[in-house]
């Protein structure tokens, strides 16, 4: 866990001097260091420091945040629905979202300024999962199928209309295409700031309730046997694991696979107990995020969208630790 | 002996299927109840209730002159534990971490285990002959070993009484046997009353102090397995032909099918 904070804190340093003007990690540093104390302000020159102050870092910590914030909802999905192939768009966030900003998209909606799409992301994804949520809740112990049927009811209906929208959008679907694949060019200080606040959240909820976690995983009636509220326990984490997954989504388009790969290769490496499990994939979502983002940003001729880099970097890695695992047996 | 389980007038079924229809009985601490009757006649409900997991529709269950419903789920998990018919894991822990995790409702959030702690594991774990275990994964074990973890992670729990749902209905012989031993081990050496649903009629025969025969969600009656046993009961619950004797070799009131 050490290990991956500074991991998590060098790719932060290097992530930052990558780009068009390339800084070494030192000076980063510096003008880091600089903010904190006068005295390493001296001979910084002031452009790097807007650069970096500005420009870079935003879009670097709102990359880390996000990639930390998908690989711990992912992992808080995987233990509530007892599933390791959940992901934090189990329950409709990305289809609700994605819904919502091609609707923004093709509409115009320009009342909140250069808000108006996130912020319609972010209503789309609530709703879908507050739909989600309330189909499920006849049942009322939120049984794990009860809640990944009525997401793929919501998901299904939801396709429907983004199909139906970009058929009307003429040659603006390639905006609605663009978005949805998602980008963290172009970031600001108030979009840290937003996603901070909301993982930093779900990280304390995740450490409180991390041995109710493990011990759900035995199923319904043995976590209730034990003394554990299992009903309120998944309200409440699906709540804000899903609020976490739709401030990410409004923030950076829908990348997938972070939810979904990083709690398996954790779960690999230090094992299913989620009090070690959760902090852990938000370190690591946040080392791969922010290097894919930053490899798109600075590497490439190019710039690739993040969600597809992601997918293009984590499969492989994926179907490697997948497969010496099959041949291990254990 | 002090009464346990006080049941009067319960009514109690899930949604709008009433399940159980005005039961009233009560039982002592400190004895062997075995629950039995056809599929579908209320046995998981009735322990349901019991486990404070579905509650009464009408009438009330006292746990100690209290109502089950005012207990806090922690509270309850202290007084009884559960062995489940079905166990299914999709997480690779550990044998020994599923059998700490009985000790959850012991455990304040946030603390470590103590020394305590792992010395009932490991007394569990010997008495279940599970200790070369207790390193593998859950998920790479057979059914019967499988069982055996979950028999000891519900004894870990170091309950006074211990709700067994047709624990054994999977395992072969020698399992059943070494875990009812154990069971009636806890039951006469500590005092730890045992309320198991079971399939196996001469298994409750040979082990219960008392046995309760539901039939269609009503209590046919509740007594020592020489009375409730009998052919003319077991006709008219499960219609068939069937006798009951004293058999010398088990020492035990046994019952015989007409095959």
Partial sequence: MGGLAVLLAGTVICATGLGYIHMPASEVLSILLARVSDSFSLGLDPTHQAVIMDVRLPRVLTAALVGGALAMAGAIFQAILLNPLADPYTLGVSSGAAFGAALALIANLTTLGGYSVPMFAFAGALAAVFAVLSLAATDRNYAANSLILAGVIVSAILSAGIGFIKYLADEQVSVIIFWLMGSFAARTWSNVALVLVATVITLLAALYYGRDLNIMSLGLRSSDSLGVDTARTRKVLLVIASLVTAVSVSVSGIIGFIGLIIPHLMRFIIGPDNRKLIPASCLAGACLLLAADTISRAVLPREVPIGVLTALIGGPFFCLIFKQKQLGGR | ?259
């Fill in chain 2, 1 to 259: 002996m002090t009464q346990l389980f006080a049941i009067k007038n319960l009514t109690a079924g899930y949604g709008a299927r009433d399940v159980l229809h005005d039961l009233s009985f009560s039982l002592d601490a400190g004895l062997f109840y075995g629950l039995i009757g056809p599929n579908g006649s209320g046995k998981t409900t009735l322990l349901d209730l019991m486990l404070g997991n579905l509650k009464p529709k009408l009438g009330a269950i006292c746990f100690n002159d209290r109502l089950v419903g005012q207990y806090t789920r922690r509270e309850l998990a202290r007084e009884i534990a559960l062995v489940p018919q079905d166990f299914r894991i999709n997480f690779d822990f550990t044998v020994l971490d599923v059998v700490m995790m009985g000790r959850h409702p012991h455990i304040p959030r946030f603390a470590n285990p103590t020394a305590r702690d792992r010395e009932i594991v490991d007394r569990v774990l010997t008495e279940l002959e599970i200790t070369d275990l207790q390193d593998r994964l859950i998920t790479h074990l057979s059914g019967g070993e499988k069982q055996r973890v979950i028999v000891a992670r519900a004894l870990a729990q170091d309950t006074p009484v211990l709700v067994l749902d047709e624990a054994t209905s999977n395992l072969d012989i020698q399992h059943s046997l070494s875990i009812f031993q154990v069971l009636k081990k806890r039951c006469r050496g500590q005092g730890a009353t045992i309320i198991a649903a079971i399939h196996d009629l001469n298994f409750a025969a040979a082990y219960c102090d008392a046995i309760i025969l539901l039939n269609q969600g009503r209590l046919l009656t509740i007594g020592p397995p020489r009375e409730v046993l009998s052919a003319d009961l077991l006709h008219q619950v499960f219609a068939i032909e069937c006798q009951a004797y004293e058999e010398p070799f088990s020492g035990a009131h046994q019952v015989a099918y007409r095959y």
